[in-house]
């Protein structure tokens, strides 16, 4: 993360690293090229758009695509030497050289779509039970962003990611 727009924001550019989807919540992650992403509903074939997800008794608009992180994959390896996958962490868009926690209440774009962070991901014991590492403790405060659908479209691996314009 480098620069500065010249309204004084942060410059940032990321990429997609790895997508991901479920059609259940208690189903493997299946790994991707591409993915839809319809406006308002979320991603097309997705456990949340499928209405069958893990929390699909409290639905939440904001929660129509979640981001994860590269870095925090590293920092797990790294730091706790815990290894954990893009396949493992459970959200649908592994990014690389985002800053996701702050862009709560920011409009992005990922490719020619157009998202809204909404709010930060809170790890749940869920990913305990599939995954079989006690890593609750460890996700907190770096288990991903959750984000609206603003303007739907298709985006793949390797697409890049910025601020919105």
Not at 62 to 82: C, I, P, S, Y
């Amino acid at each position: 993360m480098t620069g500065r727009h010249d309204q004084g924001a942060p410059a940032w550019r990321g990429v997609v690293a790895a997508l991901h989807t479920a059609p259940r919540s208690f189903l493997p992650m299946r790994s991707m090229q591409q993915l839809d992403l319809i406006e308002g509903l979320g991603v097309k074939g997705d456990r949340y758009a499928n209405q069958e997800g893990f929390y699909s008794d409290r639905p939440e608009a904001g929660r129509q695509v979640t981001l994860f992180e590269a870095e925090t994959l590293e920092a797990l390896q790294r730091d706790h030497k815990v290894l954990l996958s893009a396949d493992d962490h459970r959200r649908n868009v592994t990014t690389r050289g985002v800053p996701l926690n702050h862009l709560v209440g920011a409009r992005f774009r990922v490719g020619d779509v157009v998202l809204e962070g909404t709010r930060l991901s809170t790890p749940c014991r869920h990913i305990e039970q599939i995954t079989g590492l006690e890593i609750f403790n460890l996700l907190l405060n770096r288990s991903g962003l959750h984000a609206r659908i603003v303007s739907g479209g298709t985006i793949r691996v390797g697409d890049t990611l910025r601020p919105e314009a």
